[in-house]
T-cell receptor, first 114, second 108 residues
Framework: GAVVSQHPSRVICKSGTSVKIECRSLDFQATTMFWYRQFPKQSLMLMAT?????????EQGVEKDKFLINHASLTLSTLTVTSAHPEDSSFYICSARGDSYEQYFGPGTRLTVT | GIQVEQSPPDLILQEGANSTLRCNFSDSVNNLQWFHQNPWGQLINLFY???GTKQNGRLSATTVATERYSLLYISSSQTTDSGVYFCAVKKSNTPLVFGKGTRLSVIA
């Protein structure tokens, strides 16, 4: 199956700083990438959808100036959490889709803001 | 938007037992996927099954698209099957929408 990597797997940062999370599709070209957020014991909530070379589409309630998404190539998308606050602490998961409808997920990044 | 309901929300099984997890969805879809989220948070693709029946080892899944439900069967459960099972669906040009999951605990 297709492989999606995410880096870092875990990050701790101080309040007010910015954190960048990378998502890569390793063995296929991802025309569309997605970013999800998951709180403990809850389901995945879609934050935004990005297509290579175009601006991301954010879900209602997600601040686009706080969660900056860049999809610069067919294998790389980044999520930058700007001016992080403790309430941004969460598990962030990226997903990628190629030519088929099937989506593949990265291993997730656990962000803790102190 | 499309609604996805999974049942049961929680399930405890003795090792070796069989189980059936259900996913109901509110509209026609062109993609349905089952995932297993392991204790480390990784989502593992189990099945891509917008319709029909598929089997992979001890797991199998059936989607009846006309009746808007899908079933995931786990046979001879093992402790490593523990985790959360998610059903997710999508219509054309929309992202995957996840159900709330079924939390499975298999005890030895």
């Amino acid at each position: 199956g297709a492989v999606v990597s995410q880096h870092p797997s875990r990050v701790i940062c101080k309040s007010g700083t910015s954190v960048k999370i990378e998502c890569r599709s390793l063995d296929f070209q991802a025309t569309t990438m997605f970013w999800y957020r998951q709180f403990p014991k809850q389901s995945l909530m879609l934050m935004a959808t990005s297509n290579e070379g175009s601006k991301a589409t954010y879900e209602q309630g997600v601040e686009k100036d706080k969660f900056l998404i860049n999809h610069a190539s067919l294998t790389l998308s980044t999520l930058t959490v700007t001016s992080a606050h403790p309430e941004d602490s969460s598990f962030y998961i990226c997903s990628a889709r190629g030519d088929s409808y099937e989506q593949y997920f990265g291993p997730g990044t656990r962000l803790t803001v102190t | 938007g499309i609604q996805v309901e999974q049942s049961p929300p929680d399930l405890i099984l003795q090792e070796g037992a069989n189980s059936t997890l259900r996913c109901n969805f509110s509209d026609s879809v062109n993609n349905l996927q089952w995932f297993h989220q392991n204790p480390w948070g990784q989502l593992i693709n189990l099945f891509y099954i917008p319709s029909g029946t598929k089997q992979n080892g001890r797991l199998s899944a059936t989607t009846v698209a006309t009746e808007r439900y899908s079933l995931l069967y786990i046979s001879s459960s093992q402790t490593t099957d523990s985790g959360v099972y998610f059903c997710a669906v999508k219509k054309s040009n929309t992202p995957l929408v996840f159900g709330k999951g079924t939390r499975l605990s298999v005890i030895a």
